[in-house]
């Protein structure tokens, strides 16, 4: 199983800051690894995966990068709506997510 | 519009049987995988199986082999997850998502079905 660890657990920020999620793999993924938001209330909503793909009506501020072990969600100006937990979860293996990011209004 | 749509919330005691769904609409629900999720509260996200509508097909997460059974009846275009007898480490949120492509990757996600054991 692939353990995934992400970083840090709670990221404040202002509103059109830019914001970078971190998360590492216990072995390498490839490119098998997908992002996702999640807001109070609602279930995870898809925003990248293959490490990279912004999924259908993904706003462009969302970028993924990485490969291997080590990957990364930037977010380049934060929208109010963008405050939220975000999981990285990879599927090169039977599927696991990490423990998420809470991005917080700072 | 493809969504997919869960059963309501249950509340149950501890040692009865459970069954919840989750169908889909807007596409071939036949020819996509669903897996479902646990979401304990205040806790992250579990993938717990997997399967394929068409040909019933199902994997499970080792740690919830034996624990829950994951069903489809393509004919209703709906999943199911159930528990024969539920203990109250069940409790939690759990939701369906149709999976991208041949992927284990959520991409479209049901409103979740709330479970408490108590």
């Known amino acids: 199983e692939a353990v995934m660890t992400q970083s840090p657990g709670t990221l404040s920020v202002s509103p059109g800051e830019r914001a970078t999620l971190s998360c590492r793999a216990s072995?390498?993924?490839?490119?098998?690894l997908a992002w996702y938001q999640q807001k109070s209330g609602q279930p995870p909503r898809l925003l990248v995966y293959?490490?990279?793909t912004r999924a259908a009506g993904v706003p462009a501020r969302f970028s993924g990068s990485g490969s291997g072990t080590d990957f990364a969600l930037t977010i380049s100006s934060l929208q109010s709506e963008d405050f939220a937990v975000y999981y990285c979860?990879?599927?090169?293996?039977?599927?696991?997510f990490g423990q998420g990011t809470k991005v917080e209004i700072k | 519009e493809v969504q997919l749509v869960q059963s309501g919330a249950e509340v149950k005691k501890p040692g009865e049987s459970l069954r919840i769904s989750c169908k889909g609409s807007?596409?071939?629900?036949?020819?996509?995988?669903i897996g479902w999720v646990r979401q304990m509260p205040g806790k992250g996200l579990e993938w717990m199986g997997l399967?394929?509508?068409?040909?019933?097909?199902?994997k499970y997460n080792p740690a919830f082999q034996g624990q829950v059974t994951i069903s489809a009846d393509k004919s209703l275009n709906t999943a199911y997850l159930q528990w024969s007898s539920l203990e109250a480490s069940d409790t939690a949120l759990y939701y369906c998502?149709?999976?991208?492509?041949?992927?284990?990757?959520?991409?479209?996600w049901g409103q979740g079905t709330l479970v408490t054991v108590s």
């Open positions: 998502a149709r999976l991208l492509d041949s992927s284990s990757v959520g991409a479209i």
């Open positions: 807007g596409y071939s629900f036949s020819h996509h995988w």
């Open positions: 399967i394929y509508p068409g040909d019933s097909d199902t």
């Open positions: 072995q390498s993924v490839i490119n098998k």
């Open positions: 293959g490490a990279t």
């Open positions: 979860q990879q599927y090169n293996y039977w599927p696991t």
